[in-house]
């Protein structure tokens, strides 16, 4: 199992920008496929993006794509999500995941989760 610890949520203004951080502990090689999801109160999780690790590949939901970037640092075992001007529709709880499978967007394919960090966007 893989061990994930999102940072950086909070508060920020629409059309601001916010970094997300999610550090990767345990059978980090088990993880092909870090993720990133967001869940607002009764809506269901969906996909944010992705980044394939041992490619750098990443790949995005139409909503954020343009705005939001995934990277990682392999040194490190983090990946971060960048968002950049940020709408109201994005606040929301932001969920690293971590998978086997490359390429996925379903929630099924990733076997470890973060705890989540809050981001909330204001007018």
């Known amino acids: 199992q893989v061990q994930l610890v999102e940072s950086g949520g909070g508060l920020v203004q629409a059309g601001g920008s916010l970094r997300l951080s999610c550090v990767a502990s345990g059978r980090t090689f088990n993880r092909n496929t870090m993720a990133w999801f967001r869940q607002t109160p009764g809506k269901e999780r969906e996909f944010v993006g992705a980044i394939v690790w041992s490619s750098g590949t990443a790949y995005y939901a139409m909503s954020v794509k343009g705005r939001f970037t995934i990277s990682r640092d392999n040194a490190k075992n983090t990946v971060y999500l960048q968002m950049n001007s940020l709408k109201l529709e994005d606040t929301a709880v932001y969920y690293c995941?971590?998978?086997?499978?490359?390429?996925?967007?379903?929630?099924?394919?990733?076997?470890?989760w973060g705890q989540g960090t809050q981001v909330t966007v204001s007018s």
């Open positions: 995941a971590a998978g086997r499978t490359p390429g996925s967007t379903a929630q099924p394919s990733f076997d470890s």
